[in-house]
């Protein structure tokens, strides 16, 4: 839980206290069960409920049907013993009900929230950090002034893999990539996936450990007979803009791939 919904739940505990009390002393001060007071206890069940889901939503129910029963039993002086034993059943049910219904919800609406809000920033398939999260984390180290290198990694003839063995297999060989990087990255650095076969790490590494990073990369998914090509840019030495930076990246990328399927080639020629 972050620290500002820590301090919303304790501010609502406070706000449930606070309220159980007043209704309590409403009650004993106006004497007269018939005004109906009692039903304000929904009132701290409902924010306990809210702030604490369904378990502690019921138990608040179930103390203010306690507490309503012995308020009303010292009203009384047990006059009316039946009676009174109905309205401590009807408020039991009632109240632990309501409690636990409303927790339940609150706790579902919390966990679809959360889950809506991974979807908004991380990659579906592959687990990882999304376009949008990469562009953010871009502009702040950009804006931070301090050095970083942008690192674009770019899976060699996914488009083949998917048309010999289908879009599973290419989605699989995805997930492969988006595990291998984050075993060979540092607990510091970010990654994405910024399109359908591309991927970005931005690290504070300087170049050399980047370059043996790769090296690791590449020989993790060797194993895997998964090629990768890639390319790096680092600021300040690069530049310092955004822009400026992914795009001599992708250059690089670019050339490295070109590279790569000219090799390929030569070597095809070769075992021809």
Same mark, same amino acid.
């Given at each position: 839980?972050?620290?500002?919904?820590?301090?919303?739940?304790?501010?609502?505990?406070?706000?449930?206290?606070?309220?159980?009390?007043?209704?309590?002393?409403?009650?004993?001060?106006?004497?007269?069960?018939?005004?109906?007071?009692?039903?304000?206890?929904?009132?701290?069940?409902?924010? #306990?409920?809210?702030?604490?889901?369904?378990?502690? $939503?019921?138990?608040? $129910?179930?103390?203010?049907?306690?507490?309503?029963?012995?308020?009303?039993?010292?009203?009384?002086?047990?006059?009316?013993?039946?009676?009174?034993?109905?309205?401590?059943?009807?408020?039991?049910?009632?109240?632990?009900?309501?409690?636990?219904?409303?927790?339940?919800?609150?706790?579902?609406?919390?966990?679809?929230?959360?889950?809506?809000?991974?979807?908004?920033?991380?990659?579906?398939?592959?687990?990882?950090?999304?376009?949008?999260?990469?562009?953010?984390?871009?502009?702040?180290?950009?804006?931070?002034?301090?050095?970083?290198?942008?690192?674009?990694?770019? #899976?060699?003839?996914?488009?083949?893999?998917?048309?010999?063995?289908?879009?599973?297999?290419?989605?699989?060989?995805?997930?492969?990539?988006?595990?291998?990087?984050?075993?060979?990255?540092?607990?510091?650095?970010?990654?994405?996936?910024?399109? $359908?076969?591309?991927?970005?790490?931005?690290?504070?590494?300087?170049?050399?450990?980047?370059?043996?990073?790769?090296?690791?990369?590449?020989?993790?998914?060797?194993?895997?007979?998964?090629?990768?090509?890639? !390319?790096?840019?680092?600021?300040?030495?690069? $530049?310092?803009?955004?822009?400026?930076?992914?795009?001599?990246?992708?250059?690089?990328?670019?050339?490295?791939?070109?590279?790569?399927?000219?090799?390929?080639?030569?070597?095809?020629?070769?075992? !021809?």
């Amino acid at each position: 839980m972050s620290a500002a919904g820590f301090n919303n739940r304790r501010v609502a505990l406070g706000l449930a206290a606070a309220a159980f009390a007043a209704v309590v002393v409403a009650l004993a001060y106006f004497q007269n069960p018939g005004i109906g007071i009692g039903h304000f206890f929904y009132v701290p069940i409902c924010l #306990v409920a809210l702030s604490a889901g369904p378990v502690w $939503g019921g138990a608040a $129910g179930a103390l203010s049907a306690a507490v309503y029963t012995a308020t009303l039993a010292f009203m009384t002086g047990l006059q009316a013993p039946r009676a009174l034993a109905e309205m401590t059943a009807i408020r039991l049910v009632t109240f632990t009900v309501v409690g636990a219904l409303v927790g339940w919800y609150a706790s579902s609406n919390r966990a679809l929230v959360a889950k809506l809000r991974d979807h908004a920033t991380h990659d579906f398939l592959t687990g990882v950090s999304n376009a949008r999260v990469f562009d953010e984390q871009l502009a702040l180290r950009c804006g931070s002034g301090q050095a970083f290198t942008i690192v674009l990694a770019d #899976v060699d003839d996914l488009k083949r893999l998917n048309d010999m063995h289908g879009h599973e297999a290419g989605n699989a060989a995805l997930r492969t990539v988006a595990v291998a990087l984050s075993e060979c990255a540092s607990s510091g650095d970010s990654i994405s996936r910024i399109g $359908g076969d591309e991927f970005a790490i931005l690290t504070a590494r300087p170049v050399e450990e980047t370059t043996l990073m790769c090296a690791r990369i590449a020989r993790t998914l060797a194993a895997d007979e998964i090629a990768l090509s890639f !390319g790096t840019t680092s600021s300040p030495a690069d $530049g310092t803009t955004a822009v400026e930076l992914f795009r001599k990246a992708d250059d690089r990328l670019f050339a490295a791939k070109l590279l790569s399927r000219n090799r390929r080639t030569v070597v095809a020629l070769a075992n !021809g």
